[in-house]
């Protein structure tokens, strides 16, 4: 069967600067929506936000996580940062049941506050793991916390079990794919096609969000581009199909 798996960093459901930021939550439910994932990793979700909630006339009264989730999907959140005015983290959602979720904090230094999201979901009676990142900024605590995150899969992923890992890679020259590719993970990389670029949004010049898959095999990928997906976030969106097993 095919697994369809999109992930997306939504700047927290706002974009722009001072008195011209704007907010795009809405817009980023119709657009995930448009994705007809069986799968959504999302990053910079807001659970809440006080001095936001202030602004916006039509902010939602709701965690970010749920009011996203489209009609029937389950919607899953961990919280990755807490601040001055609320907290935020990363999101799944899924057509799919829940079996169970966990979270481990990655944070390689105080000034970055990182986390990855665990969730295992039942595809057709067969569990499939997913994980959504959120990596530093700096090139150290990434190479540092895909070492975590190869602990925490060798520990919490049964071997011959299929698990995705998608998010934000923050990885300019897909640097840490060699090391992913080590942990018998692989994108679509070698799939013909063009070049994936998802950041900036407006004039994409490189690809910061990745979809790995194991015990999967990747036969499509997509970036969704055009003057909408352009404005909802700094990021665009990328979507992959796998193959899944049975």
């Keep these: 069967m095919n697994l369809r798996v999109a992930t997306y960093n939504i700047h927290k459901g706002v974009q722009g600067i001072g008195p011209a930021r704007r907010l795009e939550i809405h817009n980023l439910g119709h657009a995930i929506e448009q994705l007809d994932a069986d799968i959504v990793c999302l990053q910079e979700v807001r659970k809440m936000n006080r001095q936001a909630a202030a602004r916006f006339t039509r902010w939602p009264q709701m965690p970010q996580a749920d009011f996203l989730a ?23 959602l899924t057509r799919w049941p829940v079996l169970r979720q966990g979270h481990q904090d990655i944070s390689d230094h105080r000034f970055e506050q990182r986390g990855l999201l665990h969730v295992v979901i039942e595809v057709e009676g ?70 994936i670029l998802t950041y900036p949004s407006r004039l994409p010049v490189t690809q910061l969000d990745f979809i790995y898959g194991r015990h999967l095999s990747p036969t499509a990928c997509h970036v969704p581009r055009g003057p909408i997906w352009a404005r909802m976030s700094d990021h665009l969106p990328l979507v992959t199909d796998f193959s899944l097993s049975k």
């Design 70 to 92: 489209p009609e029937g999907y389950t919607a899953v959140y961990e919280t990755n940062a807490i601040t001055r005015h609320g907290e935020h983290g990363n999101a799944l």
């Design 126 to 195: 067969k569990p499939v793991h997913a994980i959504v990142v959120h990596l530093g900024l700096i090139k150290g605590s990434r190479v540092r916390q895909v070492a975590q995150l190869n602990e925490f899969i060798a520990r919490e992923v049964p071997r011959g079990e299929p698990v995705i890992v998608a998010g934000d890679f923050n990885d300019w020259g897909a640097r840490m794919r060699s090391a992913m590719n080590a942990m018998g993970l692989r994108d679509s990389h070698e799939l013909p096609g063009p070049r």
